[in-house]
Each structure stands twice: as C-alpha cells, then as structure tokens.
C-alpha cells in the first residue's frame, strides 16, 4: 500500500517572495495619482481624514471572515470608508489610512510574524493602489452623477480583485496550488457582500453630501453595526457549535459499533473546532491495542500518527486535566515543545469513563490567523470529549459481549458459534481444488483428572491443550473449543488424507507429558475428521459427522476420517435399544437436577428432573438420543416413570427437610397420547403424599400438541387434577400466543437459543422481551432457560422475568452435588431467611 502524499508545505517567510513584487506593484499603480496630482471633486476636506481613518479602523470589524487554511479573506464593510475616501481624499491619504487600518488591526487582534504584516501591508496597499488608479484614470465627478457611482464601485472591486490575488499566490507559494480551488470557491462568493458594501457606501456618500454633520449619524451608524455584527456573529457560532453537537451525537449514535466511530468523530470534530488536524489517542488496555488516529484537513482519510509531540497526551493522561497551550497560553516549557513541533496551538481533553481516563482527545493548529483556541473551543471540545469518553467505552463493551459471545471463557479459543459461523464462511469462500476440514479432539479421561486433582487441574489440562493447538495448528486454521473436552479445527487443505495427516501430527504434538501443580500428567485424544463437500453441506452437518468419526475413533485408537460405512446416529440409537431395556431394567439411569431460581428475590423455587444415561462403551449418551430410542421402541412410558417417580420422591424428602420445591419432569408430546398416564401420575402423587401443585410437566412445543385431540384431553385432566403445565422450548417452533390460549398450561419456557443471544442480538433481546410481556398478559408464568451470565440474568431481571434456569446457577447434578450445592447456597443462618432461598449464586463446573 503506497504511503500517503504529503502535501507541499513550504515555511511562511516565503511570503517575502510575493511582498516585494506586490509592493513595487503598488508603487507603479499609485504613481500616477501621486505624482500627477489629478483633480479631485473635494480635496480641501482634510478633516474628513481622522473621520474616515476611525472609520477604517472600526469596519475591520464588521467584516465577513472566510477562514482558508492559515490564510483569512477579509471582505466586507471595509470597503464603505475606502469607498468615501476614495472620493473626498486624494490618493495619498487613501493608501494611508487603509495601510494604518490594516496594521492597527494585526496589532490588537492578530500579532503575526513581521513577514506576515508586512505582506498584509502590501496586499492592501496594492489593492488600494489599484483602486486610486481607476479613479484617476476615470477622472469622478459629482456624487449624484450615475458614472461617479460606477467609477467608485469599480475601483473597489479592483482593490479587491488585487487583494484576493495577493493572497492566492502566496497560498500558492507556501501550501501548493492544490489549495487554490477550494480557496477560490470559497472566497468567490464574497464578491456578493463587496456589492453590499459598494451600495451602503454610495448611500453614505450621498447623504454626506446632502450635509456634512451626516458623518456623525453615520459614526453612530457604524457603531450600531459594530456591536450588533459582533452580537450576530456570536449567536451564529453558538447556533452552528450547537448544530454541529446533534449531528456529530447524531452520527456517532449511527456508527452502531461497526467501527467507523473514529471517521466520523474526528472529521466532525475537525471541522467544529476549525483546527488543522483533530487526534484520538487510545493507550494499550487489556486485549485492546493502543489506538492513535489522525484527521488532517489536508488528507481525506485517516493517519496513523498525530501532528503533536506524546509528550502532551501523556501529561493529559497523567493528571487527568484539560492540557491548552498557544502563543500566549500555557508554561514555557510547553510552548517551546509545542513551537518545535511547528504547531501554533494545541487543546488536549482526557476520555473518562465512570472517572477513570481511558485516552484523549485533541485538536491542533486553529485555521485562520486572526484567533486561536479560546475558552469557548476548550469548553466545546471538553464536551464533545464527554460523549466521545460514552462512546469508546460503549463501543468497547459492545466488542467486549461481542468477543465473549463467540469465544470460550476457560481458553479464550472459539466456541461452538464462531466455529460453525467460520465453516459457513470456508463453505462458501473455498477455492477450486480446496476442501474444508474439520478436526475434532476429544481429550481422554479428563473426568478421571477432575475426580482425582479436582476442577483445577481440569481446566489448566484444557488450557494446555488449547495453547498446544494453537501453537501446533497450520496459518489460518480456527482453533475452537465445542464441548467440554472436546475441541475442534477449522481449516483448508487440498484433500481428506491431508486433513488426515495434520490431525495426526497434532495429535502427537498433544501427546507431550503436561506439569500440572508438580504432577506430570499423559494425555492423549480421540481424533474424527469430516471433509466438505464429500461428508456434508452444512456447517452443523459437518461437525456433527466429525463426532461421529471421534466415537469410532475412541475405539480403533487412530484418527478416523468420516466415511458412508461408519456408524450413523440412526444406526447407533437401533444399537442403543437393546441396551437401554437393560438399563432400565438394571436402574443404570440417574436423574439429575438443575435449580430454578425466582428472579425477583433469587430464591430456589424447585427444580427440573433430567435423566442421564453412562453407557457402559459409548460413555454418556446424550438425552435426545435415548429418548428417541425409547419413543420408537415403546420404552417412553418406563423412561417417563423411571423421571417421574425419582421426581416425586426427592420431592417428598425436601418438603420432609423443611425445604418444598417445586420439581419439573418432561414429557413428550406422544406421552400424551397415553390416557392412564393422569392416573399413574396421580397414585404416585398419593403414594408419596406430595400436593399435585408440586409437579410441573413441561411439554416440547410440537405441532402435535397444538393440533389438540387426545393430547389436549390429557392436559385438561392433568390440570384439573391440580398439575401445573408448562410449554418447553418456547420461541423455537411455529406456535403463538393465540395458539396457546387453548391450552390448559400455567408456564412457558423460553427457548435457550434466545437468552443466550438476547445480550449480543438485538433481535433475540426483542423477541424475549416480546415472550415476557405477552406471557404476563396471558396470565402464564415465565422461565428463561440457558442463563450463563450476569448481564443476560441483569436483562431478564429488568424485563421482570419471573424465573431462570442455566449454568449461571447450576449445571444439571445428581443428587449427592445437587444437595452439597443446596447446602452452600443456603449455609446463612435459616433463621433469617425463608428455608430454600439462595443467598449467593455461584455456577458449578
């Protein structure tokens, strides 16, 4: 990428080039009427002289400023007593009071350099001189004569033509002549205001003329206009500072976090403030890089390095205080530092953030000689900091949730979303001779680690492996974590043996003996490989084939490479039937228990009865698939009451503890079909003394279910015989509110896949906020399923959920931890508070 042009920028004592030949031209213009001494309609009028020369001075006041770059326009009311003198004065005593009007106002206003003034001098004493030229040339005559006016208003604009001239070519000289269009398309329209001033100025001439004491109504006059131009312009900039406000926090709102916070707010800043650059400085903070970014007027993009020395940032920083030097403004030592650096001024603004300072920002070079940085531009940029601190930091927050929502907490590796996000990508930007592979690790007897040396070690053996992976994985593979001991890579190869070939060299990598707390741990995985487009064509397609081939791998002891042959899901659950007879048989399944929480006062309010099944070889079977095995082979009634009566007993034994709560058991939709089931349900219920308002049967939102017929038979005698019911999943299929109303139910659910995203996703955040208020309109009570963070629970609370449930609380435990759980969160002192309330929240691995 080339590097940008940098502008030409010659020093300003070039000007001197263009002084001189400006002064002889002044000479050769006024020669002339000097030494011709041509006749003048009035030159006894001398005391108009001092008159016109207070005249001169108080009109540079009154003019119309246009700001180019360090260069100023002046056009305006200063041509109405040129204009004048022009007309009772001979040009000697014109080119004087213009020549002293011009230094009387550099003196108390500007104080430039001496080349500067004396290049100030000369444009006006050119211009003047052009002006003394014309009416000599044209010889006036009365005042009332129409050609008079002409002749006037001629030799005016030939002053002003000189004088812009003058101008151009130095701008020209010591910036480059690309200036000189937006110079030119700036200043042009001034020529409108001289045509202003040219007839104000004939309207003075005319009334002097009708009596002389008219040249103290008309110093009255142009006081007024002194102060009522001032007072206007005033007003004009406070309009415009405003103006400007709304639409930089206007444009900043826009951004939405999409990165170009620091185009919009440093060229909006920029122009405000008139200055020559605007600079944003954010220093390194956590894994935020440090940020120095630059808005030049003449550059029309960004640059990475600012006009100014660090070492005013940094003092900014360190004290915390708005750091403002200039000419007249600010320590000696700073000015030096500041005229070193070849800036004429600098205001530099701390970013705070809930008071502590996170960078600056900064304005450099005011445009235009006739002002510097005031105490107005402080007090703006100090406000514009403000928003500018809310919106760094907001913007950093939004990446922030944006980070943690696709990256792994415990390895800061990508999670199972960002991994399918990258397949999709790969997918779809593959080359022709490319095939996307995905590598999956599965690290061995982790849970043996965690029995023996405790979560700790557990998670520093996963941190290791994801550093090794890291380190060991080809350039541009996504390294993610998708399970707790399972990790995966995402990467482009030319073939599946490739693929192959890579899984196993990591794998060796892995194989390293680890140190953990002094103890030298082996650790060895199970590697699957999938291959797109030969095993799949969707991202959850891929990954999923990839867990398939790991589960053949943990048997052969190699790494697998998916194939047609292999065993399928489907396959495997008719492999499961057999064996999960038995398990029911033999009580191999175990029900664990996952708290929900009131969101109100976080109190424990019941549970959700979850059953787990430890294969004796596949290892843990995950639920949807014995489930399924169990629906199609006429098992789902024995796995229900297998759910059920645990439930119902564990109940009784809390309410016996002084501890009632509330436990919830799902049922599937084609249990219902199932017209004893409100019996046996009812006979545990009484077998165990437990109150039918103590079970909740949550029922996956289906088609089935909202078709009605004997399912909704069987929910309308569940509920009459006092069973509270609850739609599970909501959110997750077709059904709606309207849906729901014919359903006997008290509970909905919202599905996880929404709370989960409702803090990163505008739209899931919409849509949960959408399910709470219809349900409390419904009358149906609310729980949120899949909350794992604070600031999720801290929305949920905010749209007064009644209840939630996840891992932010607890993972699903069986019952021994259930209880050690129950008694840590309940170790204050019972007698303070109602038995069951959870004092703290903590999340259990």
């Not at 990165?259 to 800043?269: A, F, I, N, S």
């Not at 403000?386 to 390895?411: I, M, P, Y």
């Not at 969707?538 to 990954?543: I, M, N, T, V």
């Not at 909202?706 to 059904?735: C, E, H, I, N, Y």
Request: negative net charge; hydrophobic residues 50%; contains cysteine.
């Amino acid at each position: 990428m080339p590097a940008p042009k940098t502008p030409i920028r010659r020093a300003d004592t070039h000007a001197w080039i263009v002084t001189g030949p400006l002064i002889v031209i002044g000479l050769l213009m006024a020669l002339p009427g000097l030494v011709f001494a041509p006749s003048h309609p009035i030159t006894e009028n001398f005391l108009y002289a001092p008159v016109l020369l207070l005249f001169a001075i108080l009109s540079t006041h009154m003019q119309l400023r246009l700001d180019v770059r360090r260069q100023v326009l002046a056009i305006g009311m200063n041509d109405v007593p040129i204009l004048l003198a022009l007309y009772y004065l001979p040009p000697a005593l014109v080119i004087v009071i213009r020549i002293i009007a011009s230094l009387t106002w550099n003196f108390f206003n500007v104080r430039p350099g001496p080349h500067k003034i004396v290049f100030n001098a000369a444009s006006h004493f050119a211009g003047v001189a052009a002006a003394t030229l014309v009416v000599f040339t044209a010889h006036i005559g009365s005042a009332e004569e129409p050609r008079t006016w002409l002749v006037l208003a001629l030799a005016i604009l030939a002053n002003n033509i000189v004088t812009l001239a003058a101008v151009a070519g130095v701008m020209a000289l010591v910036q480059g002549v690309a200036h000189l269009p937006q110079f030119l398309r700036t200043a042009l329209p001034g020529f409108a205001v001289m045509g202003v001033g040219i007839v104000l100025g004939l309207v003075m001439l005319l009334t002097l003329q009708a009596s002389p004491w008219a040249s103290l109504f008309l110093i009255f006059i142009a006081i007024v206009l002194v102060l009522g131009n001032r007072a206007y312009a005033r007003f004009l900039r406070q309009h415009k500072s405003l103006m400007e406000m709304y639409g930089l926090t206007r444009d900043i709102a826009s951004t939405n976090h999409d990165g170009t916070l620091p185009d919009v707010l440093l060229g909006r800043v920029r122009a405000l403030l008139v200055a020559d650059s605007a600079s944003l400085w954010l220093p390194p903070q956590g894994r935020h890089q440090e940020v120095l970014l630059s808005a030049r007027f003449d550059y029309p993009g960004l640059l990475d390095a600012a006009p100014t020395p660090d070492l005013f940032r940094e003092l900014a920083m360190r004290t915390g205080r708005t750091i403002a030097v200039g000419p007249h403004v600010g320590d000696a030592e700073l000015r030096t530092a500041l005229q070193e650096a070849s800036v004429k001024d600098i205001v530099v603004v701390p970013l705070r953030s809930g008071g502590v300072t996170i960078g600056t920002l900064e304005v450099a070079g005011r445009l235009g000689e006739r002002i510097a940085f005031g105490k107005d531009d402080v007090q703006l940029i100090e406000t514009l900091a403000a928003h500018t601190g809310v919106a760094v930091e907001n913007s950093r927050l939004v990446d922030r949730l944006q980070f943690d929502a696709n990256h792994d907490a415990l390895t800061g590796l990508a999670n199972r979303r960002r991994m399918l996000e990258a397949l999709g990508e790969a997918m779809s930007g593959r080359g022709p001779r490319e095939v996307v592979a995905v590598l999956l690790f599965d690290v061995v007897a982790l849970r043996q680690v965690n029995d023996s040396l405790g979560h700790a070690a557990g998670d520093k053996v996963l941190v290791e492996v994801a550093r090794r992976l890291r380190a060991l994985a080809p350039q541009g593979a996504l390294v993610a974590r998708v399970g707790d001991d399972e990790f995966a890579i995402e990467l482009r190869t030319a073939s599946s043996d490739a693929a192959a070939t890579v899984a196993d060299t990591l794998r060796q990598g892995l194989r390293d003996p680890m140190v953990i707390d002094s103890l030298t741990i082996d650790i060895d995985t199970y590697v699957g490989v999938s291959i797109y487009p030969e095993h799949g064509t969707e991202p959850e397609e891929l990954l999923q084939r990839a867990h398939v081939a790991t589960h053949v791998a943990k048997s052969r002891g190699i790494v697998q490479v998916f194939n047609a042959g292999l065993q399928s899901r489907a396959v495997r659950r008719v492999g499961l039937a057999a064996d999960l007879r038995t398990a029911l048989a033999g009580g191999e399944l175990e029900v664990y228990f996952q708290p929900k929480v009131a969101l109100t006062d976080r109190r424990l309010v019941g549970v959700e009865c979850l059953a787990r099944w430890e294969h004796p070889v596949h290892g843990q079977v995950a639920p949807p698939d014995f489930v399924a095995v169990a629906e199609h082979t006429g098992q789902l009634g024995r796995l229900n009451g297998v759910v059920l009566r645990e439930g119902i007993r564990r109940a009784r034994e809390w309410a016996d503890a002084g501890r009632p709560l509330v436990v919830a058991v799902n049922l599937s939709v084609r249990t219902l079909g199932d017209s004893d089931l409100p019996l046996q349900i009812s006979e545990l219920l009484d077998e165990h003394g437990v109150p039918a308002d103590r079970l909740i049967l949550e029922i996956a939102e289906d088609e089935g279910l909202l078709a009605g017929g004997r399912a909704l038979s069987t929910l309308t005698r569940l509920r009459d015989l006092g069973v509270r019911l609850s739609v599970d999943d909501f959110g997750a299929g077709r059904s709606s509110f309207a849906d729901l109303s014919r359903l006997p139910v008290q509970e909905v659910k919202i599905d996880r896949t929404f709370v989960q995203g409702m803090a990163t996703s505008p739209s899931d955040l919409a849509i949960v906020r959408t399910i709470v208020d219809m349900a409390r309109n419904f009358g149906l009570d609310v729980v949120a399923e899949g909350v794992e963070s604070e600031l999720t629970l801290g929305l949920l609370e905010d749209m007064r959920c009644d209840m939630g449930q996840g891992f932010l609380f607890s993972r699903p435990l069986p019952y021994e931890r259930f209880e050690s759980w129950l008694q840590v969160q309940t170790a204050e002192d019972s007698a303070e508070a109602p038995a069951g309330e959870v004092r703290w929240l903590r999340a259990v691995p």
